[in-house]
């Protein structure tokens, strides 16, 4: 497919060019008569033609000799200054971007060696099936060179042979297969650092392909269709850190990296691997980086957790990925790798290497105690969905953990012992699981939790948390989607908790959740849940909330100052509650609220003087009520302007078309809006409306002027008065500004 959308781009540039001779040819006669200037260091090849493959407005240059071109077609028709040419002070790099490539490369007749000679980078889009790349005869200071997505299917020849600066070469997305022979060149060694092949159809990779490569520090060739590697192509690459393998076929290393003595990072998801050893893959411990997820490993063999601590810098981080397999468990670590932990502990004074591992989708149902002994310092371990009952491991292996993930297992219980020394966790996923309470003493001696995740488990009731206290900026915890119907945080326990979400749960009696004791509870979600009714005295929730959510339960009836003591609270969210109305007293007390949400509910009168507490609200949605009007009157003397959104209920016309022209003409700070508007002749701005029996007024109604009003009225003059003033001052300022300083000055 790529190859038909490059065609037809051709034949449009191919026609944009023929427009381009006769306009440049055109352009050159008024150029000579009007002396146009032309910069400098672009001399004008004699054929007109030239330019316009490398159009100069193309031309960027940063600095001095570094220059950014871009040319359709072929590279003709520029050349470098002088100072950039010849032995300079400058570093000469051009940039060149050749689009739309021709293929004639080998035409000696077209080509124009101004500048070829001087290209430091060279990246060519072009369809390509088979090519010498000619072009590359040329460019000898060449250094790096893209051939990205070209339709490449065979190089012949060996292009690359005189390229003696070349360091990154990409050959990436192109449909390869055979490279032998392709990768020689003139001088040695040579300086290539960076290879990359990715998403070709490279089969086979002869032993010698990559022999004169002794440079190579990158060598990319994932998503091919290598299978076999027992030519041992690496054989040379002694410099080699970085090899990408994934994304292959491959069943068996066989050892074919064994000779890559610095090799750092090896990517082999997504091949067929099912073994690997110590003798197929000798280096292991030198690796940072071993990807091996997405294979068809069944077994975890204890060499595949030893690291060499020698060949770490400071501050390395081992990452070992094994998800994706069907590895069934994971063994004690041999006191053969055991002893070289300690061995390295002793020798790595302050040297920082800590280790990363994800198991992650694999069929694990048993970790032995020593599974982990032999990892230098534990960090991230990535247990999830696996098929764990229960985890009981060494807990002086898990010391330095800071995120563990065990979601989505089977587990039914918490070994207090294997918790308990885990001092640095922070993120701790237990979701998805089947733990019905938090056991005694397991997170006795951590203080640094920031996510506890236990949705999705079965807990009905807990009488404790057993989380003393959360991290210095606080904690969050999920215990959503359990079967929760009461929970108390006892005095002493979870300070500096946050946040707490307890959505879809059994909570029909709110009084039976008791977080009094919790004065850093901000957020606290009760949503999803089937409480009936709120009173003062059944909210058992610290005075600290800021948000409170109880949308989607059954709430009938909020009793006369329930919210009294939440003077912080700013968002209120009951929608989807059984509410008909709102009483005197229902939100007193709630002096910093600024979002209310009683969407979903079956209002029908909404008087604002049972809002007159709520000083500070300025978002109230009351959609998909039923309600006919509401009475603002006690809101026209409101702090804020007040946005109400009104989708879905029932309001007239008139009422309607009175809120808004008293928003807009400054009388009220209510301002009526939808969140989905219409258009149509019962709409007013957008908002739907119902007519009523005598035809709409759109002008709206003629309005008694009340006291407020006229309060307003006369403050909103003086403020029109004052702006005038300023704005007259403004004017004058720019047209006569000494007379407006000296009538300034003398003032
Ligand atoms: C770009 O090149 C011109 C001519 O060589 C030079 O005069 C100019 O200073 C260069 N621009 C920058 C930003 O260096
Ligand atoms: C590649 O390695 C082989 C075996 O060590 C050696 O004989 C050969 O000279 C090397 N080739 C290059 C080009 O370095
Ligand atoms: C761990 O493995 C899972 C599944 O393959 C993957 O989604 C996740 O990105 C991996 N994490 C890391 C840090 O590699
Ligand atoms: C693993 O190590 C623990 C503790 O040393 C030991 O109790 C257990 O039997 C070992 N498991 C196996 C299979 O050797
Ligand atoms: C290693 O890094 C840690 C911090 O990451 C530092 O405290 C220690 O001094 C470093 N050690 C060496 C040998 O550089
Ligand atoms: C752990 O693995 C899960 C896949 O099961 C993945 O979604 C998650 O991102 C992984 N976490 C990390 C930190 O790698
Ligand atoms: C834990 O793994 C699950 C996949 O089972 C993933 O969805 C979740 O995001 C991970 N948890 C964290 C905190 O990374
Ligand atoms: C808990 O985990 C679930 C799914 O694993 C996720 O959707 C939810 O956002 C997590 N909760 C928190 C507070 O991170
Ligand atoms: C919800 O809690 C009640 C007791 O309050 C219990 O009878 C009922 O079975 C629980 N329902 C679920 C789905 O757990
Ligand atoms: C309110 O409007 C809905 C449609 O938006 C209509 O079905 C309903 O009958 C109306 N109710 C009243 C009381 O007018």
């Not at 026209?636 to 008139?654: A, R, S």
């Amino acid at each position: 497919m790529c190859c038909n959308v490059s065609r037809i781009l051709r034949r449009r540039c191919r026609s944009v060019r023929r427009f381009c001779i006769v306009a440049i040819i055109r352009l050159q006669n008024q150029t000579i008569m009007r002396h146009f200037h032309i910069p400098l260091f672009i001399l004008i090849a004699t054929t007109a033609l030239c330019s316009c493959y490398c159009p100069p407005d193309k031309v960027r240059n940063h600095t001095r000799c570094a220059y950014r071109i871009l040319c359709y077609g072929n590279i003709r028709g520029l050349s470098l200054p002088d100072q950039c040419r010849e032995a300079t002070n400058y570093p000469v790099t051009v940039d060149v971007t050749l689009t739309d490539a021709q293929e004639d490369f080998d035409d000696e007749n077209l080509i124009d060696e101004g500048l070829l000679n001087y290209i430091t980078t060279l990246k060519i889009s072009a369809q390509w099936p088979t090519t010498k790349l000619a072009i590359l005869t040329y460019t000898t200071r060449l250094q790096n060179l893209y051939l990205v997505n070209n339709c490449i299917e065979k190089i012949s020849g060996n292009p690359f042979y005189y390229l003696s600066r070349l360091e990154n070469l990409y050959l990436a997305h192109n449909k390869l297969t055979d490279i032998e022979f392709l990768f020689q060149f003139q001088s040695y060694p040579n300086r290539l650092r960076k290879l990359s092949l990715a998403f070709n159809e490279i089969e086979d990779i002869p032993g010698d392909a990559f022999d004169e490569l002794s440079s190579l520090v990158e060598l990319d060739l994932s998503y091919n269709k290598i299978s076999d590697l027992t030519e041992e192509p690496f054989y040379n690459l002694t410099k080699l850190e970085i090899l990408r393998l994934n994304n292959n076929q491959i069943k068996d290393l066989n050892g074919a990296v064994n000779g890559l003595p610095i090799l750092k990072q090896l990517f082999l998801r997504g091949n067929q691997i099912h073994n690997i050893d110590e003798e197929s893959l000798k280096i292991i411990k030198h690796l940072e980086t071993f990807d091996l997820s997405k294979n068809d490993l069944e077994q975890v063999k204890p060499v595949m957790f030893s690291r060499h601590w020698e060949h770490f810098a400071n501050a390395s981080i081992c990452r070992i990925i094994l998800s994706e397999n069907q590895i069934v468990s994971v063994p004690n670590a041999t006191s053969n790798e055991i002893s070289s932990r300690f061995v390295r502990q002793s020798h790595m004074h302050n040297v920082d290497v800590s280790t990363d591992l994800n198991l992650s989708v694999n069929s694990i149902t048993d970790i032995q105690y020593n599974a982990f002994q032999s990892l230098i310092k534990l960090v991230n371990l990535n247990l999830s969905k696996n098929k764990l009952i229960n985890f009981v491991v060494n807990p002086n292996d898990l010391i330095y953990v800071k995120y563990l993930n065990l979601s989505g297992n089977f587990i039914m219980q918490l070994y207090s012992e294997t918790f308990s020394s885990m001092n640095n966790l922070q993120n701790l996923d237990l979701s998805g699981n089947q733990l019905d309470f938090i056991p005694d003493m397991a997170f006795n001696n951590n203080y640094n939790l920031k996510y506890v995740n236990m949705t999705y488990n079965d807990i009905e009731k807990l009488d404790a948390i057993h989380i003393n206290m959360f991290h210095p900026n606080g904690g969050a915890m999920d215990l959503s989607n359990n079967h929760l119907y009461k929970l108390t945080i006892p005095y002493g326990e979870g300070l500096r908790l946050y946040s707490l979400i307890l959505h879809s749960n059994n909570i029909s009696d709110i009084s039976l959740i008791d977080l009094s004791h919790q004065s850093e509870l901000q957020s606290l979600d009760f949503s999803r849940n089937s409480i009936e009714e709120l009173h003062a005295s059944s909210l058992l929730l610290p005075a600290s909330l800021e948000s409170l959510d109880l949308t989607r339960n059954r709430i009938q009836r909020i009793g006369p100052s329930t919210f009294v003591k939440f003077s912080r609270l700013r968002t209120l969210r009951l929608s989807v509650n059984y509410l008909t109305e709102i009483e005197y007293g229902m939100f007193q007390g709630l002096s910093s609220l600024k979002n209310l949400d009683l969407s979903y509910n079956r209002i029908k009168v909404l008087e604002s003087k049972f809002f007159l507490d709520l000083k500070c609200l300025q978002h109230l949605s009351v959609r998909s009520n039923g309600i006919d009007v509401i009475d603002f009157k006690s809101w026209y003397g409101h702090k804020f302007n007040m946005q109400v959104i009104v989708d879905n209920n029932n309001f007239t016309c008139e009422w309607l078309s009175g809120a808004l022209s008293d928003f807009n003409n400054g009388y009220s700070r209510v301002k009526p809006a939808v969140l989905v508007g219409v258009t149509g002749r019962h709409s007013l701005e957008g908002i739907p409306c119902e007519a009523g029996e005598t035809e709409m007024l759109v002008e709206g109604p003629e309005y008694v002027v009340t006291d407020e009003r006229l309060l307003v009225t006369s403050q909103k003059i003086l403020e029109a008065v004052r702006e005038q003033n300023f704005y007259l001052r403004k004017f004058m300022w720019k047209l006569f500004p000494e007379e407006v300083n000296r009538i300034v000055t003398q003032q």
